[in-house]
RNA sequence: GGCCUCGUGGCGGAGUGGUGACGCAGCGGAUUGCAAAUCCGUGAACCCCGGUUCAAUUCCGGGCGAGGCCUCCA
């Protein structure tokens, strides 16, 4: 059996991965915060867990990995969203603001479901988890990790000697490179912030120190702890490069220091980033792109595949010429893997790559070397339906008229009537057709 | 300024101390009424300079270049 090895952030190198509990596999990852559309960048995480997801519960079964994504509804954007929204109507802020990440993250889970992710084991939301974020905010304060200092809850850096491991930087060195002023109450710089005060117009809960809400790092250790019951360490905990600092070396701090030192997570795993033809992607460059745009123009699987022909942990360029590409192979997989599905057998070249930390680039190779059988059983194992009939492309056109013409065509053909055979050929591509004639006759597809 | 990635053929993109994946495009052939599609075949790369080694694209050092984080960010 192949063993999976896993990048972790934590030590930088590739390592055996063995679960803490083969019958409960726990996976973290930070999820979307929903204030808005999401972006193609935020559906590289999505899809490449989903991949690991899928991978782990092939080899512990599916019944053995809990996959947990939590969805971040407190925000300073979703409250500015959320008081914009508002109004002049007289209902409470909370509520807006449960409406606003409401349609949001409605928009996100049918997006990334069209990307052919499976919904996580459970997707905890900031909003209903405050209780445990008081209690552990509490359990810092007794435990001497944190203090209150000007209506904050802040936590004391200098109080965890090894803060800094995760993204391998002293307090020291962090202090001589700050770049934003310190606010005054800070006893460290570093020190960030737990639980800070509400005014009337923002969201807020009571807490020991005022009505208030938490700070962005600590849903997440708060949220693993409530989710995870009954364990301090799980096993992976996921996310985007830049969560590495500060929000993952936060949450490492909150979580050791409320739980004896245990560590949070065993496996660090982070994905990298993604420009867009070249450029980085924002706003201003004009070339911001959501996947709700991209699903009007492209199969989710398109994009799906897109993504995976890139190693997760290096950097990727979102092209259209990348995407057409992605959309040929896979078209021409799709029949060629048709008569396969079913097999249920996975060739060991195609585990060993998936398994070499998620080295989708090399298993995909291997299935451009593989038949029928280890081709459709591949795909469905990286989250594909590979049936001819699904085909994306073909979904919005007349496919009987098309077959009407192809029929005429062949007709005219029989009769050596190449004028006509031509113009319903030109005629068909003029609708965007293209025809393809085989040894078992003539099948088209969609162009591109 | 500090910390950290990365630099492979025309393009995309793995990997390796010694026989240089894979895909797309290109080229040649088969096939076709002509194309397209398909099938077969094929040329082509490891940023620069040192070092270690019998041997480096792969290890070490330096340089140049690109990017990320240090502030909200996948």
Sequence with gaps: MTTLRLYNTLTRTKEDFGPIDP????????????????HIGNARPAIVFDVLFRLLRHIYGAEHVTYVRNITDIDDKINARALERRGGRNVPVLDVVRELTEQTYGVYRDDVTALGCLPPSAMPRATENIAPMIAMTQALIAGGHAYEAAGHVLFDVSSKPDYGKLSRRSVDDMIAGARVDVAPYKKNPMDFV??????????GWDSPWGRGRPGWHLECSAMIQSTFAGTDTI????????LVFPHHENEIAQSESAHHAHPLAKVWMHNGFLNV???KMSKSLGNFVTINELLKDWPGDVLRFNMLRSHYRQPMDWTVAGMRESWNTLERWYVEAGAGVGSGTISQSFLAALSDDLNTPQAIAELHKAGPDDLASGLMLLGFQPQPERLASKANVDADAITA??????????AKDFKESDRIRDELLAQ???LKDGPTGTTWEVKK
């Design 23 to 38: 019958n409960n596999v726990r996976m973290y990852v930070c999820g979307p915060t929903v204030y808005d559309y999401a």
């Design 194 to 203: 737990l639980w800070k005060p509400s005014d009337a117009n923002t969201p």
């Design 235 to 242: 096993d992976i905990h996921g996310g985007g490069i830049d």
């Design 277 to 279: 033809e070249g450029e």
């Design 405 to 414: 013409l192809i029929e005429a065509r062949l007709a005219a053909r029989k």
């Design 432 to 434: 965007g057709i293209i």
